[in-house]
């Protein structure tokens, strides 16, 4: 088998397998916020409930990276697939604030077995047939991602027009028929599912930790991973409030868009992979920044749209940079999935911190704006790993 040929399949199956998930899980992404409103939640508690989503993905992250390295990536990718479908099961039982938190704990502990496992799995097959990491490959991954996402949403807000459970059966079935198609893809393929070759079960699982984070590629990953994460949280929960429920936008219309957005940048991250990381960083952060801070000026509701796109835009774009960054920080690791588990468990807790401290200061100021400028400041966070990238690159 010729080495374009194992790199056009590892492309194909890493592309196949992110769609096909994506695809169903988003089929609730858009509308979590107005599922729980329409369930006679009130807006003050949405906050509460989502933050158990962090709570699962910390429980459930470093359980998942040591499970992937020891019994193989793609069967842990599978369990979260059934988790995730299961946690959308929940959703239809009993719609009440203790049936939707104990729903979003295992929703995250479903995501948190899907972080870091695919990519784990697919740099493994790059450097079993010596294949280099690649930014254009990554770049793709998160634009597919985006597209998949903003077709699972629009099936998922139309469903919801038509019924309010409706999103969450098509998630939960689609979800639950993915090991299978996993199964069957991998064999076409001609793979096999792959773990580490030397576990943390034959050396301390501390001492495992503690050789990971004293990586320069660790802290790299840690503070970009910290800055955009509590960086766009405000943005994810109340995007559909403020921008549907407060300034009357349609929500098809305004999640078609912003969509669009994001996988325009993911396009032009892919465009721009051969470019220097470090000043790519620097100007992405600066530019992001900029425009939150924006929002408190400008009162015209299509202006805060055309800015919140321009957000999307760069969001869809430091997304594929994460995706390059973390690809070449495994390849050549051998507890790959271990490795992103411990980045995300830490970023994990800092973002559980984050949402406490953001609803306190929604609380004390009675308005959202005030958040743009504290997503700012989250994002002010990655230009600290700007002296590490520029060392790595040197």
């Given at each position: 088998?010729?080495?374009?040929?194992?790199a056009d399949k590892i492309a194909i199956t890493f592309l196949t397998f992110t769609t096909f998930f994506t695809l169903f899980r988003s089929s609730m992404a858009g509308i979590f916020s107005l599922f729980y409103a329409n369930?006679?939640?009130?807006?003050?508690?949405?906050?509460?409930?989502?933050?158990?989503?962090?709570?699962?993905?910390?429980?459930?992250?470093?359980?998942?990276?040591?499970?992937?390295?020891?019994?193989?990536?793609?069967?842990?990718?599978?369990?979260?697939?059934?988790?995730?479908?299961?946690?959308?099961?929940?959703?239809?039982?009993?719609?009440?604030?203790?049936?939707?938190?104990?729903?979003?704990?295992?929703?995250?502990?479903?995501?948190?077995?899907?972080?870091g496992a695919l990519l784990a799995y697919i740099t493994d097959l790059q450097e079993i047939n010596q294949i280099k990491p690649s930014s254009r490959l990554m770049g793709q991954q998160a634009a597919l991602l985006n597209i998949?996402?903003?077709?699972?949403?629009?099936?998922?807000?139309?469903?919801?027009?038509?019924?309010?459970?409706?999103?969450?059966?098509?998630?939960?079935?689609?979800?639950?028929?993915?090991?299978?198609?996993?199964?069957?893809?991998?064999?076409?393929?001609?793979?096999?599912?792959?773990?580490?070759?030397?576990?943390?079960?034959?050396?301390?699982?501390?001492?495992?930790?503690?050789?990971?984070?004293?990586?320069?590629?660790?802290?790299?990953?840690?503070?970009?991973?910290i800055g955009y994460d509590c960086g766009t949280q405000f943005l994810m929960i109340y995007w559909s409030i403020i921008y549907v429920k407060q300034l009357g936008f349609n929500l098809s219309i305004v999640y078609t868009a912003?969509?669009?957005?994001?996988?325009?940048?993911?396009?032009?991250?892919?465009?721009?992979?051969?470019?220097?990381?470090?000043?790519?960083?620097?100007?992405?952060?600066?530019?992001?920044?900029?425009?939150?801070?924006?929002?408190?000026?400008?009162?015209?509701?299509?202006?805060?749209?055309?800015?919140?796109?321009?957000?999307?835009?760069?969001?869809?774009?430091?997304?594929?940079?994460?995706?390059?960054?973390?690809?070449?920080?495994?390849?050549?690791?051998?507890?790959?999935?271990?490795?992103?588990?411990?980045?995300?468990?830490?970023?994990?807790?800092?973002?559980?911190?984050?949402?406490?401290?953001?609803?306190?200061?929604?609380?004390?100021?009675?308005?959202?704006?005030?958040?743009?400028?504290?997503?700012?400041?989250?994002?002010?966070?990655?230009?600290?790993?700007?002296?590490?990238?520029?060392?790595?690159?040197?």
């Amino acid at each position: 088998m010729k080495a374009r040929t194992v790199a056009d399949k590892i492309a194909i199956t890493f592309l196949t397998f992110t769609t096909f998930f994506t695809l169903f899980r988003s089929s609730m992404a858009g509308i979590f916020s107005l599922f729980y409103a329409n369930s006679g939640i009130p807006d003050a508690q949405i906050s509460a409930i989502k933050s158990w989503q962090s709570v699962g993905i910390l429980v459930g992250m470093l359980p998942s990276g040591f499970l992937a390295d020891k019994i193989g990536r793609l069967k842990v990718l599978n369990l979260s697939a059934i988790i995730i479908s299961f946690s959308f099961f929940l959703l239809i039982i009993n719609p009440c604030f203790i049936i939707f938190s104990l729903a979003e704990f295992l929703y995250g502990i479903g995501l948190a077995f899907n972080s870091g496992a695919l990519l784990a799995y697919i740099t493994d097959l790059q450097e079993i047939n010596q294949i280099k990491p690649s930014s254009r490959l990554m770049g793709q991954q998160a634009a597919l991602l985006n597209i998949a996402t903003l077709i699972g949403g629009n099936i998922g807000t139309w469903l919801f027009g038509f019924k309010i459970t409706a999103p969450v059966w098509f998630g939960l079935l689609g979800l639950a028929v993915y090991p299978l198609f996993v199964l069957i893809f991998i064999k076409v393929m001609g793979f096999h599912d792959n773990r580490a070759q030397v576990t943390t079960e034959h050396i301390n699982f501390l001492k495992a930790i503690a050789i990971i984070i004293r990586k320069k590629a660790f802290w790299i990953l840690f503070l970009v991973n910290i800055g955009y994460d509590c960086g766009t949280q405000f943005l994810m929960i109340y995007w559909s409030i403020i921008y549907v429920k407060q300034l009357g936008f349609n929500l098809s219309i305004v999640y078609t868009a912003f969509m669009c957005a994001t996988i325009g940048g993911a396009w032009v991250f892919q465009q721009m992979s051969g470019q220097n990381f470090t000043k790519l960083t620097i100007a992405s952060t600066l530019c992001m920044m900029l425009l939150l801070c924006s929002n408190s000026i400008f009162s015209n509701r299509y202006i805060l749209l055309a800015i919140f796109l321009l957000v999307e835009l760069l969001m869809g774009l430091i997304s594929g940079q994460i995706s390059a960054l973390s690809n070449r920080a495994i390849y050549g690791e051998n507890n790959k999935s271990l490795m992103l588990s411990v980045v995300s468990f830490l970023v994990e807790i800092i973002v559980s911190l984050s949402l406490i401290i953001d609803d306190k200061i929604i609380a004390a100021n009675s308005n959202l704006t005030v958040m743009y400028w504290v997503s700012a400041a989250y994002f002010a966070l990655i230009l600290l790993a700007v002296p590490l990238l520029q060392r790595s690159e040197n």
